[in-house]
T-cell receptor
Framework: GAVVSQHPSWVICKSGTSVKIECRSL??????MFWYRQFPKQSLMLMAT?????????EQGVEKDKFLINHASLTLSTLTVTSAHPEDSSFYIC?????????????FGNGTRLTVT | AQSVSQHNHHVILSEAASLELGCNYS??????LFWYVQYPGQHLQLLLK??????LVKGIKGFEAEFIKSKFSFNLRKPSVQWSDTAEYFC????????????FGKGTTLSVSS
């Protein structure tokens, strides 16, 4: 149980275009989802916290107008990278926690590898 | 603000050697602690977690970790590593408040030679 699905698993786009990444909780409801970014050989850096029905909370240094997050339902959050540039090339990972309480580990999607040419 | 420090950037071991990866965290309140593993080309997998209770936590694949509150540490151990343990290991922490994100350490690359 507690499966998180991310789509697409990889995407190549041209500089200046926008890319949407979907994160779905398949067998549980998640009021909160998290978006992380992982550069090669580096750790996961939290980008933003996505709350169902409200605006996302962005970490310091993350441009909210560039990384648009929409959490329209209890099972779906989307991250749109707008006007992508080569420096946005990275591995984007979403995660969600089942239920309302904190005594559940985060479950991670398989990630989306974005390459901007 | 929370932070997680992993002391070893790259550890190289021979099979059957014992492993200990250091992890220290900085946070004033009550925390949950995790170790995740990322095998080459794969996504994160949870190795073990600590929420409360017995500070010695046993996880999958023979791994264990000990929470030492006075040292703000949560070191990962395995008595005898295998070649298949070659991977990236991440220590992570979050507040025990509901709905808080995990903060990750920079990771430790473990290379096990056969």
């Amino acid at each position: 149980g507690a499966v998180v699905s991310q789509h697409p698993s990889w995407v190549i786009c041209k500089s200046g275009t926008s890319v949407k990444i979907e994160c779905r909780s398949l067998d549980f409801q998640a009021t909160t989802m998290f978006w992380y970014r992982q550069f090669p050989k580096q750790s996961l850096m939290l980008m933003a916290t996505s709350n169902e029905g409200s605006k996302a909370t962005y970490e310091q240094g993350v441009e909210k107008d560039k990384f648009l997050i929409n959490h329209a339902s209890l099972t779906l959050s989307t991250l749109t990278v707008t006007s992508a540039h080569p420096e946005d090339s990275s591995f984007y990972i979403c995660s969600a926690v089942p239920g309302q309480g904190s005594n559940s580990p985060l479950h991670f999607g398989n990630g989306t590898r974005l390459t901007v040419t | 603000a929370q932070s997680v420090s992993q002391h070893n950037h790259h550890v190289i071991l021979s099979e059957a050697a014992s492993l200990e990866l250091g992890c220290n965290y900085s946070y004033g309140g009550t925390v949950n602690l995790f170790w995740y593993v990322q095998y080459p080309g794969q996504h994160l997998q949870l190795l073990l977690k600590y929420f409360s209770g017995d500070p010695l936590v046993k996880g999958i694949k023979g791994f264990e970790a000990e929470f030492i509150k006075s040292k703000f540490s949560f070191n990962l151990r395995k008595p005898s590593v295998q070649w298949s343990d070659t991977a990236e290991y991440f220590c992570a922490v979050n507040s025990n408040q509901a709905g808080t994100a995990l903060i990750f350490g920079k990771g430790t690359t473990l290379s096990v030679s056969s």
